[in-house]
């Protein structure tokens, strides 16, 4: 969660707009606070249906000319291909488009989730003790995801090509698979009992990508990503090499650019094994 945006007009111009989707979509918005995403991009507040059923109200805005493909139909999709993933995916229960002034707004309202996230950082900053039930509730969701048919992507392989070898210093891995990924599984999205929270960016990847994805962000906490590497074996697999490498390049890429600082020299001990790995008869 992020702060409100520094800009008044920003701010007061979201609000107004998070208030008229509220009215067009029948909801009423509830104390409880507003979740602000990065530069005032999205606002997010607790509601509740005419029915009374308790529902969440997000509301993201882009250039009108922006306000299309793949981030801005993420929930959207999502709906029309899992909805609620057996209960582990927040259903969408409706959605409103507005445009102003060269802006286009979608509200979606979702089913509330009542739990919080496991982290308010992506990076886990501290020990979980999580039970078994819900370690094999991830892998049957993500195993039920990743055998989901679309045509969205969440990694090109052009990507791979080019990030690999600049970040980790070794040959872009072949993918031997590419399947349906949730593509930004960390702890900020998860919460207990499971919940997979932001679909905006679900698409086609290499194979073990979540899991990667899930491990880079548990690199701080040894005992919980001994705990993910054990609940996917394809990490640290053949099979797994060009997903680990993949994900250890974009972080390493964000680290090029100054974010996710405290994980730098654990994705560069990640890279040398990523060497090893490759290099090793």
């Known amino acids: 969660m992020y702060s409100p945006p520094p800009d008044p007009d920003t701010e007061q111009r979201m609000r107004a707009h998070h208030a008229r989707a509220a009215t067009a979509l029948d909801v009423q918005t509830e104390s409880g ?3 602000w995403g990065w530069a005032g991009r999205t606002l997010g507040a607790q509601a509740r249906t005419a ?4 529902a969440w109200l997000r509301l993201v805005s882009a250039p009108e000319d922006k306000a299309s493909g793949k981030l801005w139909d993420g929930a959207l999709d ?16 409706g959605v409103h488009d507005a445009f102003d002034d060269g802006t286009a707004y979608r509200a979606e ?6 739990e919080p996230v496991l982290s308010n950082d992506p990076i886990l900053q501290r020990d979980l003790d999580l039970p078994a039930s819900w370690w094999e509730a991830l892998a049957g969701t993500l195993e039920k995801l990743s055998a989901t048919s679309t045509d969205r992507v969440a990694v090109r392989e052009q ?9 980790v210093g070794i040959p872009a891995p072949a993918v031997t698979c590419w399947t349906t990924a949730h593509a930004d599984l960390h702890w900020a999205n998860l919460t207990s009992p499971l919940r997979l929270l932001d679909w905006e960016g679900w698409g086609q990847a290499p194979q073990g990508f979540d899991c990667a994805t899930l491990y880079a962000y548990t690199l701080l906490q040894p005992n919980v990503a001994a705990r993910v590497r054990a609940t996917f074996p394809i990490l640290g697999s053949p099979a797994g090499l060009a997903a680990e490498a993949t994900v250890c390049a974009q972080l390493l890429q964000t680290v090029a650019r100054g974010d996710n600082l405290t994980l730098e020299d654990q994705l560069r001990e990640w890279a040398r094994d990523l060497q090893r790995r490759t290099t090793a008869p």
């Open 33 to 35: 606070g507003e979740f």
């Open 51 to 54: 029915a009374g059923v308790p």
């Open 78 to 93: 999502a709906q029309h291909a899992f909805g609620d993933l057996d209960g582990h995916r927040p259903a969408l229960l």
């Open 109 to 114: 309202l979702s089913a509330r989730v009542d």
């Open 159 to 167: 990507y791979l090509n080019r990030a690999i070898p600049e970040f």
